[in-house]
């Protein structure tokens, strides 16, 4: 099969006929698959190996450690900024900033526009949110103006990020339309450390043209790269939409990937979407795909208990041994422990019923080959431990204090895992014609059932189409317009009810979990007291006045002396594991709140129950039909959850030693109020949360029937003009239908 077998040359008169939706889909397919042939099929190719995953997960971060070992990818100033970043050989180090199209700024700036009125309709729903639920208190209370971060909180991603990338370009006086459109080079002639100085300007913090910088090419004089390009992209879920598109069109380019997941998040839902849905369709080699936690030090900082039992472990080697030994058991616990949680999220997914055969392939090969763990920050930190940033050395003392080991530069090196992944990247190179030779025919099979889908369900909707157009009758069709309005208008509560009920279950989820964390708060909130009985020794004299002869003789007695104390160790592994249980709890909250496919299934049935089915004039396949493409319009937003160290008052105060039965009060106070703001900061995480999912279907409950109508009348205008034209109309569906059928014949 080649490219030229998904021609949709024939399809090309019917453009008029068929739903443009089917159409548009089937076409991005065709045109990618166009594109990325022609990309793979080059002579002499390199290798192409993408680095994805969602924003701040550490890709750039890695890179550099990797590759540079220097901040030679600038850290943008927010998840907006971030450009795609190709990387390449090349005898003489240079860049090539690529700024956005016209097309792509005028999207933005449309979106940017937009967000007065985003900013005065989620101020008004806080406001009447705000509201007190009882008539007298409503009359007595006057409405909360919610904070600008809280309305700003709850604007569409796209649109913030629009407005954000506007003004920053207007706050460096940049005529944009300049330079849309245009390519810049960038030489260098002192190599990679010049062009980093060069690009900052253009992707870095603060950088005069970072608003405009849509993607940028790296030609890096080391010898490494030769026969890789390696590409680093701002993530899956880019709000940037045209920047978010170029990283999933340039997936079905690559060989190899690398999919990069920080280990306090390990494999969200948006992780695995990238596993179950991108990569199937870019014919990626079940084979080539290899899972990565990034920031593995912060999951070492959160996880005390790892270094207690790593200390035991220590103990039973020679003494000369236990420093080595000691950081080797801390990293093989922890890793064991994180791929234990990786098996588990892929085993739901490959065990997950209606998962197609090619996407259980590639989770149960990523599962076969482990995930790999590393720290871009530690290996940097090994590389410049002697010119520490004030933050570096801040964050090094508090990895020393919570494992109670003295990282230094050969321990941060291998808490890093660098050099290992950085030559696996590099090893591919060997598997170059191995990986190349199978991805043309990968790709192909990957986007054939995709197209084939596609065309069939084209072909069943003509079908329909064709029946309808031949039985119809304008009257009918127009009273049976009438009804259908009628009784969705009227039914219009009912099918929002479905939407309030999954509020109603996502806020019960939520609030039962409060329960249960404050539950097993008092657990974590007590310190352990010791007491410790020891025998000491003591002198007593045995002289006695009347007995000359005893003078000076003594004797040694024995007594029990208990020592009350308490581990301030003790505590802080008590406030981390509380912290670890309540992250991991919210985690599971907000992936079990909203099963999507099951809130579908409601408002389907939901919506079907709106028309008159018992009607003769109803057309319950079109009905369907249109019911289903507003269903697939049904999104939850994708939430996930921060990290931080609350054991710090704990360690500042009394360190982690022994605490003396004096300071027992003190130290039990200060495990308690850092319960507390566990407790605190994840019951307002929480609001948070359920806010996010609330508003989302909240506004989808509320536009639904009316969007769903306008799908409805759309269709039915067409409808009415076939049946006006029906002779003319039912040979042009037939003739639509026939160059379907040879478009199909064709795969």
Not at 113 to 133: C, G, H, I, V
Request: proline share 3%; net charge negative; hydrophobic share 40%.
């Amino acid at each position: 099969m080649t490219s030229r077998m998904l021609s949709l040359t024939p399809l090309d008169p019917y453009v008029a006929i068929i739903d443009a939706e089917q159409l548009s889909s089937l076409k991005a397919l065709v045109d990618g698959l166009e594109v990325n042939l022609t990309a793979v099929r080059e002579r002499d190719r390199d290798l192409r190996i993408a680095v994805v995953g969602q924003m701040n997960a550490g890709k750039s971060s890695f890179l550099n450690a990797a590759l540079f070992g220097r901040d030679l990818l600038p850290k943008a100033d927010t998840p907006m900024t971030a450009a795609l970043t190709k990387i390449v050989f090349a005898p003489r180090a240079k860049a090539e900033v690529v700024f956005y199209s016209a097309d792509d700024w005028a999207d933005i700036e449309q979106r940017a526009n937009d967000y007065p009125r985003a900013y005065a309709e989620e101020e008004r729903k806080l406001m009447e949110e705000s509201q007190p639920s009882s008539p007298f208190a409503k009359v007595m209370t006057a409405p909360r103006k919610p904070t600008a971060d809280e309305v700003k909180r709850r604007i569409p991603e796209a649109i913030r990020s629009s407005l954000e990338l506007v003004e920053k370009a207007r706050q460096h006086g940049l005529n944009v339309h300049d330079y849309l459109g245009r390519t810049e080079v960038l030489e260098s002639a002192d190599g990679a450390e010049d062009l980093a100085r060069a690009l900052h300007e253009y992707v870095g913090s603060g950088g005069r043209f970072t608003a405009i910088t849509k993607m940028s090419v790296l030609h890096v004089d080391d010898p490494r790269l030769q026969g890789l390009e390696i590409i680093d992209t701002p993530g899956f879920n880019d709000p940037v939409v045209s920047r978010g598109q170029i990283t999933r069109n340039l997936l079905g380019q690559c060989d190899v990937i690398f999919l990069l997941s920080a280990v306090s998040q390990f494999l969200t839902a948006s992780d695995m979407a990238v596993l179950r849905e991108q990569l199937p369709e870019a014919g990626i080699d079940d084979k080539a795909v290899f899972l990565v936690g990034s920031q593995r030090d912060l999951a070492l900082r959160q996880d005390r208990g790892i270094a207690v039992t790593a200390s035991k472990f220590a103990e039973r080697v020679p003494p000369e041994q236990r420093s080595a030994a000691r950081a080797s058991a801390m990293i093989q616990l922890l890793d064991k422990k994180l791929t234990e949680q990786a098996n588990i999220t892929l085993d739901a997914q490959i065990k997950q019923s209606g998962q197609d055969e090619k996407t259980r392939r590639i989770l149960g090969a990523v599962k076969q080959t482990a995930p790999r763990f590393i720290s871009g920050w530690a290996w940097m930190v090994a590389e410049h431990f002697t010119s520490l940033s004030d933050d570096d050395r801040y964050q090094l003392d508090q990895l020393c204090t919570a494992t109670g080991y003295p990282f230094e530069p050969d321990s941060l090196r291998q808490l890093s895992n660098i050099p290992a992944l950085r030559d696996e990247i590099l090893a591919q190179r060997e598997r170059k014609q191995q990986l190349i030779a199978g991805k043309e025919q990968a790709l192909i099979e990957g986007m054939r059932n995709g197209a084939r889908e596609r065309l069939q369900q084209i072909e069943h909707s003509l079908q329909e189409r064709g029946e309808r157009v031949r039985n119809g009758d304008i009257g009918e069709l127009e009273k049976s317009e009438q009804d259908m309005l009628r009784h969705m208008q009227g039914g219009k509560a009912r099918l929002e009810g479905v939407f309030d009920e999954q509020v109603v279950k996502a806020s019960q989820q939520f609030a039962l979990l409060k329960t249960e964390i404050r539950g097993q708060a008092q657990k974590y909130s007590r310190v352990d007291v010791v007491k410790e009985t020891t025998t000491e020794s003591y002198t007593v004299s045995t002289s006695n006045w009347y007995n000359p002869f005893s003078w000076g003789d003594r004797e040694t007695r024995y007594r029990d002396v208990v020592t009350v104390y308490a581990s301030a160790q003790d505590a802080i592994e008590q406030v981390q594991t509380f912290a670890l249980q309540t992250t991991k709890s919210l985690q599971k909250a907000i992936i079990d709140c909203v099963d999507l496919d099951e809130l579908r299934r409601k408002v389907g049935v939901a919506a079907m129950s709106l028309f008159d089915t018992g009607s003769a004039d109803f057309d319950a396949e079109l009905m369907l039909a249109e019911v289903n493409k507003s269903l697939r319009r049904i999104t939850i937003p994708d939430v996930s959850v921060g990290n931080k160290d609350y054991s710090q008052s704990i360690v500042k105060a009394f360190g982690s030693d022994r605490v003396s039965e004096n300071q027992i009060k003190g130290l039990n106070e200060a495990q308690r109020e850092a319960v507390a703001a566990i407790i605190a900061d994840l019951e307002a995480e929480v609001e948070r949360k359920v806010k996010a999912i609330e508003t989302s279907l909240d506004s989808t409950g509320k536009t639904f029937v009316e969007d769903m109508s306008c799908d409805i009348q759309q269709s039915l205008t067409q409808l009415r003009i076939d049946i006006a034209n029906k002779e003319q109309s039912i040979q042009q569906i037939a003739a639509a239908r026939q160059a379907v059928a040879e478009a199909l014949a064709g795969l």
